[in-house]
């Protein structure tokens, strides 16, 4: 069955450093696979997103994602977090054969300290 | 810059009663979508609609949901007998086309559904 799983629950990172989350899926063929974010009171914004071609996506606010199909991972990453990029990040997949259903991973909350 | 609209943010309900959430999608998008998120659970897709009609479905959205297009821009989920379970933050989301083109799914803010 598809699943994707995000490892880390919580993670606390000091402004300035660098941040990578972590996210790895199960699936028969090459997903679809997308980056959200949440603040507090808001909706899922699409940080990127990776459907073929180059591995190494960019997307907004300075971060970018590096799929990996030897792995089935597409990990998250950001070289110098900003305190406003505490929120929840959520890694999802979609599938060739869907109207456009999403798998959602169950979420990295993300804490940024001075 | 548009953005996909939820009303209420916030509902209180006693169990058994029905429930009607609305959306406002954006106005040129043509798919859309309902997803819940049960507090310290995963998002999960619930049902996408398209060219009026259910297009695909989860196993969650039994004969107790419905959703439906009334006008042109309203987007509403239907929930007949509410059950504590359902209790959950849901979202409604639209996109111009499909994933699989590479259409984004743009989600609103979210109607949080307490059942008690």
């Known amino acids: 069955a598809q699943s994707v799983t995000q490892p880390d629950i919580h993670i606390t990172v000091s402004e300035g450093a660098s941040l990578e989350l972590r996210c790895n899926y199960s699936y028969g063929a090459t997903p679809y696979l997308f980056w959200y974010v949440q603040s507090p009171g808001q909706g899922l914004q ?3 997103k990776y459907f073929s071609g180059d591995t190494l996506v960019q997307g907004i ?3 970018e994602a590096e799929f990996k199909r030897s792995q089935s991972s597409f990990n998250l990453r950001k070289p110098s977090v900003h305190w406003s990029d505490a929120a929840e990040y959520f890694c999802a997949v979609g599938r060739t054969d869907s109207w456009g259903k999403l798998q959602f991973g169950a979420g990295t909350q993300v804490v940024v300290t001075p | 810059e548009p953005e996909v609209t939820q009303t209420p943010s916030h ?3 006693q169990m058994g009663q029905e429930v009607i959430l609305r959306c406002v999608p954006i106005s040129n998008h043509l798919y859309f979508y309902w997803y819940r998120q049960i507090l310290g659970q995963k998002v999960e897709f619930l049902v996408s609609f398209y060219n009026n009609e259910i297009s695909e479905k989860s196993e969650i ?3 107790q949901f419905s959703v439906e297009r009334p006008d042109g821009s309203n987007f509403t989920l239907k929930i007949r007998s509410t059950k504590l379970e359902d209790s959950a933050m849901y979202f409604c989301a639209s996109s111009t086309g499909l994933a699989v083109i590479g ?3 743009f989600f609103g803010p979210g109607t949080r ?3 008690l």
Request: charged residues 20%; glycine residues 6%; hydrophobic residues 45%.
């Open chain 1, 46 to 48: 699409l940080l990127l």
């Open chain 1, 61 to 63: 606010k300075g971060f």
């Open chain 2, 11 to 13: 509902q209180v309900t």
């Open chain 2, 61 to 63: 959205f039994d004969d």
């Open chain 2, 103 to 105: 259409s984004e799914q």
């Open chain 2, 113 to 115: 559904l307490t059942v």
